[in-house]
């Protein structure tokens, strides 16, 4: 008899965002009439940009006919793309990458999902708490995790706190604490929308390096940085020789629905003498064949210098909006974070509620939609997740509600 992953029959619930669409559904259905205001899941709302859409034509045309057809492209990326990516992408960061050291793929929660793969079965696994949800279910499901907690922790996952008192920056392990193989690194962060220092992140390269651990470096929100903070974990000497980086067109171009991404991986990067480049690079051209030419050229065109001036509108448009709702909830005199260099906005739920019944609350009173921080890990409890991705009205008329609530 066929045999199931097991691993899969341990996971608690459904995916945290499926969870939530599913209560926005059920609320929806039983009223009608109610107006909701969607500000949970980090989904863009502004249209592609112009010269986006041009390229996507040009694509589809070029598709029409026999002498400029495309079938199955190179499985990690086209040169057209990997070039603009290592000149303009790295180029303004002063960081030397080279194209074969990046694999375009359909987004950074597939590859940051599917990394694992090339790691040992066993691998330790140090991941912040709160996390984005994708890093911890993935490796539960290949059994590296280990056995759900009623806690809400895997017991094979090391969990790095991330609290107000560390600015929701993880400390490094201490000489006594177990040393993390792979380690789950995001900045701007998701969900909390802290970023980390030149410096602090430097310590935690050193750290990989000194114990021979690697660094998965998401950084699918660098976009949204507006201070003196690294945008690329690659600008950090030593990271070539530690980190895996993870980026993504959805938030930085509006792709959410599109869907690409990319993830570099420095030749320098071994274990043992084994190049973990040339690791994925099988893995991918075995499991994926490459993210499809409409998309490829649609990504090439935001590295035009029309491009870059077209989605850097549409970012301060939603960095806008982080800071209508930042502000509107600092007003009112609760404790918010992140939402300056990040799309979301970290709230310690008022009158110590729980972030679940924070969640009710807000969708039954008010109708808006967020996101409870329990879902992204026991540290997220008394915590809620708002994001700067809706449409202005909306982010204002949903301040206006929740003013108007408490
Ligand atoms: C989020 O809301 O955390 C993100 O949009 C989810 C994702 O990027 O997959």
């Known amino acids: 008899m066929a045999r199931i992953n097991d691993n899969y029959t341990k996971l608690p619930g459904s995916y945290l965002f499926s969870d939530i669409a599913k209560r926005v559904t059920a609320f929806t259905a039983a009223n009608p009439d109610r107006s909701i205001i ?22 589809v045309d070029e598709q029409a006919v026999a002498a400029t057809f495309r079938g199955y492209g190179p499985e990690l990326g086209y040169d057209f793309l990997r070039q603009k990516i290592v000149d303009v992408h790295y180029g303004r960061l002063g960081v030397k990458i080279a194209t074969d050291e990046i694999f375009v793929s359909d987004g950074a929660k597939s590859d940051t ?21 994708v890093y911890v279910d993935t490796n539960a499901m290949s059994g590296r995790a280990g056995n759900y907690q009623s806690s809400g922790h895997w017991d094979r996952v090391h969990y790095l706190n991330c609290s107000q008192e560390n ?42 390096r000194r114990h021979g651990s690697v660094i998965f470096y998401d ?72 993210a499809s030419y409409l ?44 939402g300056k260099n990040a799309p979301y906005i970290w709230l310690k739920t008022p009158q110590n509620l729980s972030s679940w019944d924070f969640f ?20 997220g409890e008394g915590y809620f997740r708002l994001t700067a991705f809706g ?12 003013r108007t609530l408490f």
């Open 219 to 290: 950084a699918a929100y660098e976009a949204f940085i507006t201070e003196d903070l690294p945008h690329s974990i690659f600008e950090i000497e030593g990271a070539r020789e530690c980190a895996i980086e993870f980026c993504s067109f959805s938030k930085t171009a509006g792709f959410t629905g599109i869907r690409l991404g990319f993830t570099v991986i420095p030749k320098e990067l071994k274990i043992n003498g084994v190049v973990l480049n040339s690791l994925w690079n099988r893995r991918q051209s075995t499991k994926f064949n490459g």
């Open 360 to 379: 009710d609350l807000l969708l039954n009173k008010a109708g808006v939609v967020g996101t409870p921080g329990s879902g992204f890990g026991p540290a």
């Open 113 to 133: 999902g599917n990394i694992g793969d090339i790691f040992a079965a066993d691998s330790v696994v140090a991941v912040c708490d709160p996390v984005y949800p």
């Open 167 to 208: 600015g929701f920056v993880p400390e490094i392990p201490g000489p006594g604490d177990p040393v993390p193989e792979l380690i789950y690194l995001c900045f701007p962060n998701n969900p909390t929308g802290a970023t980390i220092s030149a410096i602090d992140l430097k310590e935690w390269v050193d750290y990989a």
């Open 38 to 59: 969607r500000l949970g899941i980090g989904d863009v709302t502004r249209p592609l940009a112009p010269t986006v859409i041009e390229a996507l034509h040009t694509a």
């Open 295 to 338: 998309t490829q050229r649609a990504g090439e065109a935001i590295y035009s210098e029309q491009g870059q001036r077209e989605i850097r509108e549409t970012i301060a448009y939603y960095q806008n909006n982080a800071t209508i709702i930042r502000e509107g909830l600092l007003a009112m005199g609760w404790s918010v974070f992140g």
């Open 391 to 402: 449409s202005t009205d909306n982010t204002n008329m949903a301040i206006e509600r929740i």
